[in-house]
């Protein structure tokens, strides 16, 4: 099974200022039909995840633009360029390239 | 607006098997560009894949819960169907249900609510 890293853990992060969260595979996520099939997903608290980015940079529907996805390969980077109160919350990378579908183990975002 | 919405018994004993439905509302789940699945979340956790179930039927299980693990698809009442058997405390969880768009974003695109199932007796 592949299994994705994230870092950091925990990331405080000052309102305004922009935030990183890197997600790291254990083998590359590119599929035999040339795409990465990594996604992001926010889970803010008590509610359930929400689907941001998919193929590493492209943001889904309704989907703030401070919200940005890079990499190739094996190491991929969520950025948020300017955390807002309501980004606060737990950010999964994920991976659709081959079955089983794995995530990474989260990456909480709060405010210092 | 389509929505998910996962409903089912919140307390299963253990060696009892878990049985969920996901109700579609809002649009087909026979299209054939999506795809339906389920993840589960243990209290305080990270998220884990179940399985997924595609518009004709095939299925795709995680390897881990494979043998315990049954999909199933009702096009005629749009839900489909989580049974996961022989169930043990570490199963307690809250269950997502999920749609899956299988061409330009291969993944999953929406979540349901989630329900929390607890295993105990």
């Known amino acids: 099974d592949i299994v994705l890293t994230q870092t950091p853990l925990s990331s405080p992060v000052t309102l305004g200022q922009p935030a990183s969260i890197s997600c790291r595979s254990s083998?590359?996520?590119?599929?035999?039909?040339?795409?990465?099939?990594l996604s992001w997903h926010q889970q803010r608290p008590g509610q359930p995840p929400r689907l941001l980015i998919y193929k590493i940079s492209n943001r889904f529907s309704g989907v703030p633009d401070r919200f940005s996805g890079s990499g190739a390969g094996t190491d991929f980077t969520l950025q948020i360029s300017r955390v807002e109160a309501e980004d606060v919350g737990v950010y999964y990378c994920?991976?659709?390239?081959?079955?089983?579908?794995?995530f990474g183990g989260g990456t909480k975002v709060e405010i210092k | 607006q389509l929505q998910l919405q996962e409903s089912g018994p919140g307390l299963v004993k253990p060696s009892e098997t878990l049985s969920l439905t996901c109700t579609v509302s809002?649009?087909?789940?026979?299209?054939?560009?999506?795809?339906w699945g389920w993840i589960r979340q243990p209290p305080g956790k990270g998220l884990e894949w179940i399985g997924s179930i595609s518009y004709s039927g095939k299925t795709y299980y995680n390897s881990s819960l494979n043998s315990r693990v049954t999909l199933s698809l009702d096009t005629s009442k749009t839900q489909f169907s989580l049974r996961l058997s022989s169930v043990t405390a570490a199963d307690t969880a809250v269950y997502f249900c999920?749609?899956?768009?299988?061409?330009?974003?291969?993944?999953?695109?929406?979540w349901g609510q989630g329900t929390l199932v607890t295993v105990s007796s």
């Open positions: 994920m991976q659709t390239t081959q079955y089983p579908v794995t």
């Open positions: 083998q590359s996520l590119v599929h035999s039909d040339g795409n990465t099939y």
């Open positions: 999920s749609r899956e768009q299988i061409t330009a974003v291969r993944g999953v695109i929406q």
């Open positions: 809002g649009d087909s789940i026979s299209r054939s560009s999506y795809y």
